[in-house]
């Protein structure tokens, strides 16, 4: 297929180059052109604006970094829906809200273009090695045609219903649980530090208990005290969490933990660890517990 990708930060590069090397034709841009450059070597073409990388494609994806990205994206100076053709589809991959998301896809129907909002779950190296989780809703017909794409860069496809929202309130759930993980390991490594245990002998039972590698991975990453590089910065963290209690109150349905925690990763940017991975949300609970 004829491709765009907009977006090559740490999981839209993983993305795209995969649909290059699975022959697709990708042509990307990115907002710092270097990023941009370094996929040619995978055999993508290089766009100038968003919407020349739209020009003639079958499908576009973004992954961007949020609603605002996003919006500058589709509908700024060059934005992508300028140039999309009737009938092409525009994939969001990025975590965006579920208004923005409502916004998108009737402005892509205004304009006789399809939508899909199909976010993923999986940090930059599953994106590098195509075994990201997406989750996609909207028409099944478009979900149809462009599965194969799906295949390319995940190991598995949920669908989520048929209007595209849907799929982002998937996604900003499923980040909820994660940050919980996170969370709850903090805590309990705290305790386990000012009591004199070590949190390791813990975190193996765990590993033991649920084969997980969301406890494996952020466990390994608090037990090292290790957040940098971030996978996934923090900032964004709080970002996927404000969006979760946005779309839960627009349904009337309380979720005090996502509170809790909003204010958590709220402490943790005061005390500068907004660039750090979002695992460093543990410390919080270490620097409470003064260890």
């Known amino acids: 297929m004829k491709l765009g990708f907009i977006g090559l930060g740490h999981m839209g590069s993983g993305m795209a180059r995969n649909l290059a090397a699975a022959g697709h034709e990708v042509t990307v841009w990115n907002r710092s052109r270097e990023k941009a450059e370094a996929l040619t070597s995978a055999g993508a073409l290089l766009a100038s604006s968003p919407a020349e990388a739209a020009q003639g494609a079958e499908a576009v994806f973004t992954m961007l970094a949020d609603d605002h990205a996003t919006e500058d994206a589709v509908f700024g100076a060059k934005g992508l829906v300028s140039a999309l053709h009737a009938g092409a589809i525009h994939i969001a991959s990025s975590t965006i809200s579920t208004e923005f998301a409502r916004h998108l896809a009737s402005e892509h129907a205004k304009r006789k273009q399809g939508y899909l909002s199909a976010p993923v779950f ?13 989750v996609v809703a909207g028409a099944k017909e478009l979900i149809d045609r462009v599965k194969p ?51 390791g002998v813990l975190m193996d039972a765990i590993n033991e ?60 940017l005061a005390n500068g660890q907004g660039d750090k991975d979002w695992a460093s949300l543990a410390q919080i609970a270490a620097r409470n517990a003064g260890v």
């Open 122 to 134: 999986g940090r930059p190296e599953a994106a590098a090695a195509g075994k990201l989780l997406v």
């Open 209 to 268: 208990l649920h084969g997980s590698p969301v406890y494996k991975n952020y466990g390994a990453m608090i037990v090292r005290n290790q957040f940098e590089p971030a996978g996934f910065a923090l900032k964004l963290g709080l970002k996927d969490v404000r969006l979760v209690l946005k779309a839960a109150d627009e349904c009337g349905a309380p979720l005090p933990l996502a509170s809790l925690i909003h204010d958590q990763l709220l402490a943790a």
């Open 149 to 199: 794409l799906f295949d390319v860069i995940g190991r598995a496809t949920f669908i989520a219903g048929a209007e595209p929202w849907q799929a982002n309130l998937v996604k900003v759930c499923g980040n909820l649980t994660i940050i919980a993980i996170i969370e709850t390991l903090g805590e309990v490594f705290a305790t386990l530090k000012k009591s004199g245990v070590e949190p």
